[in-house]
C-alpha cells in the first residue's frame, strides 16, 4: 500500500544553470509524518530542491515521487492541488486584506470546505486572534511569518516545505512556529525544513539531510550529524 512508502522519495535529480549544477544528483527521502531538516552551505542547492519539487523549477532529468504519485516537471499549480505547498523566504500575502481574509484566501487555492472553521482553528494555532480583522499590511514582521506559515496551513497540505520560516524571527514568534509543526505533525502532515538555525533543527526535526554543492552528502540523526566532524566541516566551515 502507499500508506509506508515515504510522502517523498527523489531519485538522481539533476538541474544547472547555466554552468552551475544546483541539482547534481540529489537523492532522499522524506517519510509519512517526519520533520526532516535540510541543511548545507549558501549556494550548496536548497532552495532549488525546494522549487524542483513544488514545480516551479523544472528537472533536467531525476524522478520527483510526491505521495505515490511522479511529479517531475508538472506543473506548480497541479503539485499543489495534489497536497504539496511551501513558503518562501519574503511572506507572499495580500497587504490589503485582514489577516482572516488572507487566510480564506490561501483556502480558496486549496480545499474551501470548512475553510472558515479552519481560518479560526489556525488563528489560535498560531496565536493570531488578536490580530484576525488588522491588515496584512500592519502587522510586525513576525507576525507576517506566522501569517504566512497559516496560509500554507491553510491549503491543507500532506507536505508542507518551510524555507528558513524561523529566520531573523523574534524567539517568540519561533516557538509558536515550532509548536504549530510539531501539533500538525501530530494531525499526520510532513515537513521538509530549510532551517539555519541548529537549535532549531536539533529541537523540532526527526532527521537531517545535509547537502553541499547540489548533492547529498549525508542523513541522520543530528547526534550523528554533529557527532561528524567533516560534516560539520562542511557546514560551518565557510
Ligand atoms: P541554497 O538555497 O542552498 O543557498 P540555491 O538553491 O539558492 O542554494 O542555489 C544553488 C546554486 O544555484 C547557487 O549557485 C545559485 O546561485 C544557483 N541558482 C539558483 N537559482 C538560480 C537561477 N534561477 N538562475 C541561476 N542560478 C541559480
Ligand atoms: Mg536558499
Known sequence: SQSSDPILTVRDLFRQFGGIKAADGVNLEV?????????????????????????TVKPDSGQIRFDGREIAGMNAHRIARLGLARTFQIPAMFDNMTVTENLLAAAAQGHWHGAKDRAAETLSLLKLDQVAQNRASDLSGGQQKLLEFGRVVMRQASLILLDEVTAGVHPNIRKIILDAIARLRERGISFFIIEHDMEMVRNVCDRIIVMDAGR???????????????????YLGR
Open 216 to 234: 547529498v552528502v549525508t542523513s541522520g540523526a543530528f547526534e550523528d550529524i554533529v557527532r561528524d566532524s567533516e560534516v560539520m566541516q562542511t
Open 31 to 55: 517519510g509519512r509524518c517526519e520533520i526532516a531538516g535540510l541543511i548545507g552551505p549558501n549556494g550548496s542547492g536548497k532552495s532549488t530542491l525546494f522549487s524542483l519539487v513544488a514545480g
